[in-house]
């Protein structure tokens, strides 16, 4: 039974204080998370001897890696603001009926997608633009990855709901369990071990498992507002998984057609550029990711609130906090781009161990991250519309700025920039620019601009 006096209200106290608790916990989970990444990127390039093929083979394994990350989202992104909006309306037994189903489908998803991974594995790693001399790199570090999807789904999966009901220090803590302890086994399993780039697979895989054992005992405790049932059938619904799946494809289509592009970027990079471009994206990649957390941590902090603010009809309300997010996210974006124009190789030199791509690097990175600020756009309008269950337009922008901006002129810009291997990262800022405006105008005029009429 959920616990009621667990959660936080909402709907009271000032807004900037209530976005501060809510953002700042999440910031520091979304940067602990982060480390299960690039801490192990930073490793990698170190490698003695393989370190830059090791870092490339990585690379090569990022598609399928986001891919898994996008079911992640599909199954609790759009579950958490469901359950959200379900609480605004005080419609409680409803909103851990959606967790609980959120978490079944966390669980069968993992088992499936890990298992039809493992199966497919190098044929996947071809297929994104592996050779040979790749492939005993990537392959390896995949299936041990891929082994631990049980154990990733659901530490990531329940973060969602640990935020949605205001236990953001929880959902911060079974981030820092994870991160504190791949950071610690990294080095022993790569270099003391001498295990390479698999030593890395294995830190990461442990990481997760404490991490899910800790984020499912917490979900099971008397102080969770929700509460995992995992073998009681009346809290699995199959209309409630309709709804969860609809309105995470959001987010599922945001990460798929980012795997996409990875996909697209390789495989132009090695036939233009060779094995070394693959190196130089998988850097700039990494920085990118480094600069994210915070955008994630803004919107993903604010998301409940909003979700919970419409379900509960709080309309002015809901206006300040779209505002004061688009603020702190336009604020945010403006001074990285700042910050990497002026100091490019602050950022580089964390993946890059002294070989000659570090100019190439970041020069790819300056033209990357050009007019990055328009990302905040993106993602203001994106988080308002799947916070308030707008599925269409969420959906809709996901797919415009990736699939019919970015694909085509991964493609298409080579031909026309000079050098053509550069043509590849151009096509990020021009995709910021038009996607982001697009979803942000029609966010203001379809939503921000109604509130005030159904106050």
Request: positive net charge; proline residues 3%.
């Amino acid at each position: 039974m959920a616990n009621q006096k667990a959660a936080m209200d909402f709907g009271k106290g000032p807004i900037g204080s209530l976005l501060m608790r809510s953002v700042l916990p999440l910031l520091a989970a979304q940067l602990l998370n982060l480390l299960y990444n690039i801490v192990d990127r930073i490793y990698i390039a170190r490698i003695p001897g393989c370190g830059q093929e090791s870092l490339a083979g990585l690379g090569l394994c990022f598609p399928l890696i986001t891919i898994m990350t996008a079911f992640i989202n599909l199954f609790s992104s759009g579950g958490a603001s469901l359950a959200a909006i379900a609480w605004g309306e005080k419609r409680i037994q409803k909103s851990q009926k959606i967790m609980n189903t959120s978490f079944y489908l966390l669980v069968f998803g993992s088992l499936i997608l890990g298992g039809l991974g493992l199966l497919f594995s190098r044929s996947l790693l071809v297929l994104f633009g592996a050779d040979e001399a790749m492939l005993q790199y990537s392959l390896s570090y995949l299936r041990i990855y891929l082994c631990g999807s049980l154990f990733s789904f659901i530490s990531l999966g329940l973060n969602p709901f640990f935020n949605a009901q205001g236990r953001f220090l929880t959902g911060m803590a079974s981030i820092l369990i994870g991160a504190f302890c791949n950071i610690v086994l990294d080095p022993i399993f790569i270099f003391v071990l001498n295990l390479g780039i698999n030593g890395a697979a294995i830190a990461t895989v442990i990481a997760q498992i404490l991490a899910a054992i800790f984020a499912f005992c917490q979900m099971r405790s008397k102080n969770s507002f929700w509460r995992i049932e995992p073998f009681s059938r009346k809290f699995c619904s199959w209309s409630i998984i309709s709804d969860i799946t609809s309105l995470g494809l959001a987010g599922f289509i945001m990460q798929l057609t980012n795997s996409a592009v990875q996909i697209a970027q390789n495989q132009v990079l090695i036939n233009i550029g060779g094995n070394e471009y693959v190196t130089v994206m998988t850097i700039v990649n990494s920085v990118r990711q480094i600069t994210d957390t915070v955008v994630f941590a803004m919107a993903d902090g604010t998301s409940p609130l909003i979700s919970y603010c419409y379900g509960a009809g709080l309309y002015a309300r809901l206006k300040k906090l779209i505002r004061i997010m688009t603020g702190m996210l336009c604020s945010y974006t403006l001074l990285m781009w700042i910050l990497i124009l002026l100091v490019p190789d602050a950022f580089v030199a964390l993946f890059d161990s002294g070989t000659g791509l570090r100019d190439a690097a970041v020069h790819g990175m300056n033209i990357y991250f050009f007019a990055y600020i328009f990302q905040a756009l993106q993602y203001s309008g994106q988080t308002v519309f799947k916070a308030m269950n707008k599925k269409k337009q969420a959906i809709f922008f996901s797919l415009f700025r990736k699939v019919v901006i970015v694909v085509p002129l991964v493609y298409l810009l080579p031909h026309v920039w000079t050098p053509p291997v550069y043509g590849v990262f151009a096509s990020e800022p021009i995709s910021n620019v038009i996607g982001g405006l697009a979803c942000f105008i029609t966010m203001y005029f379809t939503v921000y601009r109604r509130l005030d009429s159904k106050a």
